[in-house]
């Protein structure tokens, strides 16, 4: 399963908006990028997930350069309640398949 | 809203006693579910993986007899704690894969043990 390294924390203000690279040098061909939020005390809720190139919805941009060893979450002019650890998971689609967490980043949004 | 329920969300008990935790995947079905633990301001660790009708797969280093897995339906899987002591004391969380879509958790359960 493909290791993934993320910066600890981050820290921003309201407004800003929020880039979060995570690396994932010996990801495999049949693996997704998957980005969760977690609140304290709270089960990780699905962000985005994408296998290349560019992947956008109402909350988040997923930049994934073509090499796939790297990708970016991108939060848009975020907000006090996004301060959560978000993590980075790859790994298949297929059912049998769990995902291995990293530290993830704790990002920190001040007013 | 949620594609997988969790029951309960905290539970408390005495040291030597046991408890279930709950996990539904809804409106699809998991063959496969997985339970995960964490610890404060920790990740999540995974446990063990839960197997439809068979046996779970249970990571190094976790008590299978401690960790007893059910996975009696193809919607419900159960962890039992058994004979808890204060230092199984934490957050539990299953999940679900939903095919094709990746992996849903459910809400947690804070286990605290006295």
């Known amino acids: 399963l493909a290791k993934t390294t993320q910066p600890i924390s981050m820290d921003s203000y309201e407004g800003q908006e929020v880039n979060i690279t995570c690396s994932h040098n010996?990801?495999?061909?049949?693996?997704?990028i998957t980005w969760y939020q977690q609140f304290p005390s709270q089960g990780p809720r699905f962000i985005i997930q994408?296998?290349?190139t560019k992947v956008t919805n109402e909350v988040a941009s997923l930049f994934i350069p073509a090499d796939r060893k790297s990708s970016t979450l991108s939060l848009p002019r975020v907000s006090l309640s996004d301060t959560a650890v978000y993590y980075c998971?790859?790994?298949?689609?297929?059912?049998?398949?769990?995902?291995?967490f990293g530290k993830g980043t704790t990002l920190s949004v001040s007013s | 809203g949620a594609v997988v329920s969790q029951h309960p969300s905290r539970v408390i008990c005495k040291s030597g006693t046991s408890v279930k935790i709950e996990c539904r995947s809804l409106d699809f079905q998991a063959t496969t579910m997985f339970w995960y633990r964490q610890f404060p301001k920790q990740s999540l660790m995974l446990m063990a993986t839960s197997n439809e009708g068979s046996k779970a797969t249970y990571e190094q280093g976790v008590e299978k007899d401690k960790f007893l897995i059910n996975h009696a339906s193809l919607t419900l899987s159960t962890l039992t704690v058994t004979s808890a002591h204060p230092e199984d004391s934490s957050f539990y969380i299953c999940?679900?894969?939903?095919?094709?879509?990746?992996?849903?958790f459910g809400s947690g359960t804070q286990l605290s043990v006295l």
């Open positions: 994408g296998y290349k």
């Open positions: 998971l790859v790994g298949d689609n297929q059912a049998g398949t769990a995902l291995i």
């Open positions: 999940s679900a894969p939903r095919q094709g879509l990746g992996l849903f």
């Open positions: 010996n990801i495999a061909t049949n693996d997704y």
